[in-house]
């Protein structure tokens, strides 16, 4: 880190994507809404909130897709 | 002949330490989904000395589910709450079991889950799944979860780990196989999993949480 630019990360991975909101950001991904969970920065984005969430710089973005079986 | 509450207690003592068995005895923990996860977590709970179980589910014991879940032959037909209780005080006599027959969804999560120290999901839908960790997440902040995904099939035990995903998040599993991938679910390995969220949850209540 010496100033220059901060990079999203999607699940540990450095990502583009500043700027877009969560809703839009899904999109581009094959996750089911209904499968998932999602957490930027260690906080659970409400789902309710997707539309009107923004990526930043710098965000930490966990997304949990949970499977079948128990 | 059945031993009394103050020689059990004393036996677990003996072995985690007055300090801890003290600390499980009064802690209370709701599982939601009493299948293979489920059954399995609260055996656990219930041998480590945690004190009340909230136990949920609204489905009775099938004969399918006898390769993983904690049922006798005996109890098919059984509602799944009814078996288990049964089953736990086999083990745990004086275990404060509050037995809920019902379906859970976003209305009655609150009314369930307010009472426990630590929630553990344990439902075999993906889609259940989600709307538990969201819901708690986003409505019940001061309480912890323990959650499992991945579990299915006869992958590597070694696969399955428990994640710290958030303050008050943990995610036990291998997080991809899905049971209907038709990989099936067979006992060891969903043990495996139950035994990764049982021994989460009692690391939470003795303060051992963190990593």
Redesign the interface.
């Known amino acids: 880190m010496n100033g220059g630019d901060l990079m999203v990360r999607v699940n540990g991975k450095e990502t583009d994507i500043c700027g877009i909101s969560v809703a839009d950001y899904l999109k581009t991904t094959s996750y089911d809404l209904r499968f998932i969970a999602l957490e930027i920065n260690e906080k659970i984005v409400p789902k309710s909130q997707y539309e009107e969430t923004i990526i930043e710089d710098g965000d930490r973005i966990e997304i949990v897709s949970f499977v079948g079986g128990g | 002949m059945i031993p009394s509450k103050t020689e059990l207690q004393n036996a677990l003592s003996c072995r985690v330490g007055e300090d801890i068995a003290l600390k499980l005895n009064n802690s209370r923990v709701a599982v939601l989904?009493l299948?293979?996860?489920?059954s399995n977590v609260c055996i656990a709970l219930a041998r480590a000395g945690v004190g009340r179980l909230i136990i949920c589910d609204f489905d009775k014991v099938d004969i399918t589910n006898l390769n993983r879940q904690q049922y006798k032959a005996s109890q098919i037909g059984m509602k799944k709450t009814d078996a288990l209780s049964e089953n736990l005080l086999e083990i745990a006599p004086y275990l404060d079991i509050e037995n809920v027959d019902k379906k859970v969804s976003e209305e009655n999560i609150y009314d369930i889950c307010k009472d426990a120290d630590v929630i553990c999901e344990?439902?075999?839908?993906?889609?259940s799944?989600?709307m538990l960790?969201?819901f708690v997440?986003?409505n019940m902040p001061e309480k912890y979860i323990v959650?499992?995904?991945?579990?299915?099939g006869f992958g590597s035990m070694n696969e399955i780990r428990t994640r710290k995903?958030?303050?008050r998040?943990y995610?036990c599993g291998d997080?991809?196989?899905?049971?209907?991938d038709g990989i099936g679910?067979v006992s060891a390995r969903?043990m495996g999993c139950a035994s990764h969220e049982a021994l989460t949850i009692l690391r939470i209540l003795t303060g051992e949480e963190d990593e």
């Not at chain 2, 299948?35 to 489920?38: A, E, R, S, V």
């Not at chain 2, 344990?122 to 889609?127: L, Q």
């Not at chain 2, 959650?147 to 299915?152: P, Q, Y």
């Open positions: 989904g299948g293979g996860l489920g344990a439902f075999d839908k993906a889609e799944k989600a960790v969201n997440l986003e959650s499992a995904s991945g579990l299915s995903m958030s303050d998040f995610l997080l991809v196989s899905d049971v209907n679910l969903v």
